[in-house]
T-cell receptor, first 114, second 114 residues
């Protein structure tokens, strides 16, 4: 049973560029959330996707956008990259309509902006 | 405002010693509480969770946590640590339904002395 998988593992981009990160949820899960974890910090919620729509959003600018596909996989897009966007980006999946369903996290994508 | 405080940024204990990691939370509704562990370069692994019932919950790897509503705390404990427990530990709080939008603490880095 595959868990949450993310690609790529590592990525280096230049300031001003755009980046797309990908996530496949754990088998059976229908909801995907994205988190940003800066060095030495706890993860911060970016947004959640369920039924191909953004359902909740954290305090992140519009440069951060996403998409969920019919197979429940998801993409995170970041435009106009800033140095401060350098972080570990974590994808988490769960069951959107089930109470008390915990999140399962992937190993993350390490983004470095130079 | 929702928040999680982990007062100890870094803790060092000897192998075989007992461990307690502190977590205090502020949440407007009935909280769904979690402890996650993160090894270097890895994602988050769920150790245990609590939303109702017995206030002492058991998790994986011999960890347990106690929920104290009066103190808004959810401290993590282990009777005897192993060198493999060295990692970063995160306390988190979220809503009961779906628990997608978690608020994380800053984390506590655990070092084990041989």
């Amino acid at each position: 049973d595959a868990g949450v998988t993310q690609s790529p593992t590592h990525l280096i981009k230049t300031r001003g560029q755009q980046v797309t990160l990908r996530c496949s949820p754990k088998s059976g899960h229908d909801t995907v959330s994205w988190y940003q974890q800066a060095l030495g910090q706890g993860p911060q919620f970016i947004f959640q996707y369920y039924e191909e729509e953004e359902r909740q959003r954290g305090n992140f600018p519009d440069r951060f956008s996403g998409h969920q596909f019919p197979n429940y996989s998801s993409e995170l897009n970041v435009n106009a990259l800033l140095l401060g966007d350098s972080a570990l980006y974590l994808c988490a999946s769960g069951l959107g309509q089930v109470n008390n369903s915990p999140l399962h996290f992937g190993n993350g994508t390490r983004l470095t902006v130079t | 405002a929702q928040s999680v405080t982990q007062p100890d940024i870094h803790i060092t204990v000897s192998e075989g010693a007992s461990l307690e990691l502190r977590c205090n939370y502020s949440y407007g509704a009935t909280p769904y509480l979690f402890w996650y562990v993160q090894s270097p370069g890895q994602g988050l692994q769920l150790l245990l969770k609590y939303f109702s019932g017995d206030t002492l919950v058991q998790g994986i790897k011999g960890f347990e946590a106690e929920f104290k509503r009066s103190q808004s705390s959810f401290n993590l404990r282990k009777p005897s640590v192993h060198w493999s427990d060295a990692a970063e530990y995160f306390c988190a709080v979220g809503p009961l339904q779906g628990a997608q939008k978690l608020v994380f603490g800053q984390g506590t880095r655990l070092t084990i002395n041989p």
